[in-house]
């Protein structure tokens, strides 16, 4: 159901049923007052011509209120767990909103403030002036990780226009023509309920079993442990490795996400307990629904959305490194068919009658799975504005808050290196381990591509 007016100044629409199902996700640790999955987007930035000498925190305020107006959906919220929800401020509420969502914290990293997130109504922006850092903060139901760097290089642009953004002046009310769909509106997914609809999501629902019996990673924290906050491990490759390996993929044939992929297969074995190595390694085949819709969804206008999607898969215990290489480099050839579009409505219902039927205190996975969304400066520029008056990005990276037993390591390049960071629930797993699973990361990576050691950071 697209968006309408109910009311004077205010829209509603229907939730999605992917939207449905990645909130009944987050919403599972809300007794703990956190948020699963919920996604963070982080630029460390330097200021640079007269921009040093500027009030940034009042620059990004009003930048922020200006995203709004561009992106209205980051200003939307849900009510009952079926109805989005958005009202066209006036200026008071604007204001109001403004200071709900955005501030600036001086005494406090990106990571210490992800540590103690606790759940939000709406998205939020904070600066984090000892670091340089802007911390974009959405539930995932909200947005993706290519949408979060969008809008992070939309707020950056905002920042360094001249004149800058007054929002007072902005025509408020027409925004509402860029309030964001559900991507089963987007890809146009049929209403009606098929039988060969249902057939196939079916079939994508019942990849999710292969998590039944699949290694994992040995924890110390007992079964009545209760989770803490978010921790990253990270570990970046220098240029000169990124390079040696985006040839040596190249060389093969094969995608660098499939050859990372692969590799993060061998840490999970390598990291598993002796019982755990015979098992099959489970994780996702994730796509982005971005490149395979029509105009405007493909582009930029829609950030504020979660057009992903993916799919579970297996590999045997015994394969190589070569031979897993191979078999993610299949999948991710695979791309999004139109049946499977088609049956996407079917496959996230499915999913959401899957979550609701687990039982309660039913096991969370222990394993590592992947993240990637590839090339960051498709959806992002290193700088915005003119060397006069701009912004340098010097670091991106993003990453979902982690609530269960579970890790993920998201993984992207940005200015020419390869980057990994493994978000992780600190309760869970210690960070001398996160850290050496990255480093197995690194090394199966290089031995597997015939890559020459170098140091990374």
């Known amino acids: ?135 974009g903060h959405s539930q995932h139901w909200r947005t993706d990780g290519v949408g979060g760097f969008i809008l992070m290089d939309d707020f950056l642009d905002l920042t360094t226009r001249l004149p800058p953004p007054d929002a007072s002046k902005l025509q408020w009310g027409q925004e509402t023509a860029r309030l964001a769909p559900s991507i089963e509106e987007a890809a146009n997914v049929p209403g009606t309920r098929s039988a060969k609809d ?49 040839q040596a993929s190249k060389t093969l044939e094969i995608s660098v996400t499939a050859v990372v992929h692969a590799s993060i297969a061998a840490a999970n074995y390598e990291l598993a307990s002796p019982s755990e190595k015979t098992k099959h390694y489970t994780s996702t085949i994730r796509y982005s629904f971005r490149p395979f819709l029509p105009k405007p969804y493909s582009g930029r206008e829609y950030a504020a959305t979660i057009f992903t999607t993916g799919w579970m898969f297996a590999v045997p215990a015994d394969s ?45 996975p222990t394993d590592v799975d992947i993240s990637s969304v590839g090339v960051v400066e498709r959806y992002m520029g290193r700088a915005k504005g003119k060397a006069e008056r701009g912004i340098r990005v010097d670091r991106v990276w993003g990453g979902l808050e982690m609530v269960n037993r579970q890790g993920v390591c998201h993984v992207w390049t940005f200015r020419d290196r390869l980057c990994l960071n493994l978000a992780y629930n600190e309760a869970f797993m210690e960070r001398a381990d996160m850290d050496a699973f990255l480093e197995v990361v690194r090394e199966s990576l290089l031995r597997g591509l015939g890559v020459e050691d170098q140091e990374s950071t």
């Open 320 to 364: 190589s490194w070569a031979e897993r290489a191979l078999m993610y480099h299949e999948q991710y050839r695979l791309g999004l068919r139109p049946e499977y579009v088609s049956a996407h409505r079917e496959y996230a219902l499915g999913l959401c009658d899957l979550l609701r039927s687990l039982p309660e205190g039913a096991p969370s």
């Open 198 to 246: 249902k057939e196939l999501g079916a079939k994508c629902v019942d990849t999710f079993n292969l998590a039944a019996g699949a290694i994992g990673i040995a924890s110390p924290a007992p079964a009545e442990t209760v989770p803490g906050g978010t921790h990253i491990s990270r570990l970046h490759l220098t240029e000169a490795e990124t390079a040696a390996i985006l």
């Open 1 to 135: 159901m697209p968006w309408s007016e109910v009311s004077k100044g205010r829209c509603e629409r229907a939730v999605g049923e992917n939207e449905t199902f990645i909130k009944i996700l987050a919403d599972a640790a809300r007794p703990l007052n956190r948020e699963h999955w919920a996604i963070n987007i982080v630029a460390a930035v330097t200021p640079i011509g007269s921009l040093v000498g500027e009030d940034l925190p009042c620059l990004f305020r009003e930048a922020w209120k200006a995203l709004r107006f561009l992106h209205p959906t980051i200003a939307a919220y849900i009510v009952n767990d079926d109805i989005y929800v958005y009202e066209v401020p006036d200026g008071n509420a604007l204001e109001q909103w403004a200071t709900e969502t955005f501030q600036v914290v001086e005494d406090k990293t990106a990571d210490e403030m992800i540590a103690c997130m606790s759940p939000r109504p709406y998205a939020t922006m904070t600066y984090l002036p000892r670091t340089r850092e802007l911390l």
